[in-house]
């Protein structure tokens, strides 16, 4: 990006210090066109550790000031709205609070936080253009979010919040999904019916499995394929003896990462000999979320229509659940 954030700017993400273009000011009382006492644009939202993790919220980015013009403090880029984008309040006693936008555009972040001391961020997420903060101890309280586009457009992005360390497990960039394709949700217990459950999906794509060692490894190793960084799926299982199976197969050769409760990352790519089939069984399945990301094994510029089983049954390489 043009304001060469880096290997710096990771730094920043994991704890290391400010860097140039993630910095740290006092508001001072000085808000100009900046209004953080109006209402956010997209409501507000509780973060806790009770709450889901991560917290993903749809947001346009962008707006009609120029950040740097219009009252926030100088580091801060692009342009914005007057109100807040979004406002997140932050249960007492949480640990950490992470912040980042995952979108097509080249987004920025501008955060004011309940003591009057703002933050301001630019491609600080590391891949592409998008933009992340990280806090410590986060004070309790409102803090007002500003999702801003560097390049003087309005555009459909997340805002993902988690109180996980940046990249510690997927999550997060719809620039490799399709911003229209929800995640999928199912809440399944022992002995459910109908077993298989099949569930349409599109694949993710454009960010590259073996890239980050968070997504684990199959038997041959590092994981291979693209998917994308937002979860295909996710799985609330209730069980917690007897097996629990996922199952992907699509209109390429798919592959498949499935995190677990305990956030382990586990992938596969080839079922035997049937390339075009994924599977993964876990056995005992513990209890909880399994994050279920499907992707495909070449690279493509779309998402591409599949489908994902689910079963307590493992699946042989000569059925065909569909």
């Keep these: 990006m043009k304001l060469g954030m880096g290997a710096m700017c990771v730094a920043l993400i994991m704890g290391c210090g400010v860097t140039a273009h993630a910095q740290v000011f006092g508001f001072g009382g000085q808000a100009g066109a900046a209004d953080p006492e109006a ?9 806790s550790d009770e709450g889901p993790d991560p917290y993903v919220i749809s947001v346009r980015s962008g707006g009609d000031l ?5 009252g926030f403090p100088n580091g801060c880029y692009g342009v914005v709205t007057s109100a807040p984008t979004v406002e997140v309040q932050v249960a007492p006693g949480q640990a950490a609070l992470t912040l980042f936008t995952a979108g097509r555009a080249d987004t920025t972040l501008a955060v004011l936080d309940p003591d009057g001391q703002w933050r301001c961020d630019d491609d600080g997420a590391r891949r592409g253009t ?14 007002k979010v500003w999702v801003g586009d560097f390049d003087d457009r309005q555009s459909d992005t997340l805002l993902i919040l988690s109180d996980a360390a940046p990249f510690s497990r997927p999550f997060g960039a719809p620039n490799a999904r399709a911003l229209d394709a929800p995640v999928q949700t199912l809440t399944l217990s022992p002995g459910f019916m109908p077993d298989p459950v099949v569930i349409d999906i599109q694949t ?5 499995l073996g890239s980050m060692d968070v997504y684990g490894e199959d038997a041959t190793g590092r994981c291979p394929g ?19 199976v996922f199952m992907a197969e699509g209109e390429a050769d798919v ?3 499935v995190i677990t409760p305990s956030g382990e990352a586990i992938c596969s790519d080839d079922m035997g000999e049937v390339d075009e089939r994924a599977q993964l069984v876990f056995a005992p399945a513990e209890p909880g979320v399994y994050q279920v990301f499907v992707g495909t094994y070449m690279r493509f510029d779309r998402a591409t229509n599949a489908q994902l089983s689910v079963s307590e049954t493992p699946f042989s390489v000569n059925e065909d659940p569909w």
């Design 255 to 257: 592959v498949m990462d």
């Design 226 to 244: 693209w998917t994308g960084e937002v979860p295909t799926a996710e799985i609330s299982w209730s069980g917690e003896n007897g097996p629990l």
């Design 130 to 143: 998008n933009a992340a903060l990280s806090y410590s101890n986060p004070v309790p309280g409102a803090w």
């Design 204 to 208: 993710g794509y454009g960010f590259q």
């Design 39 to 47: 209402p956010a644009l997209y409501g507000a939202h509780a973060f």
């Design 66 to 70: 120029a950040a740097r013009r219009s």
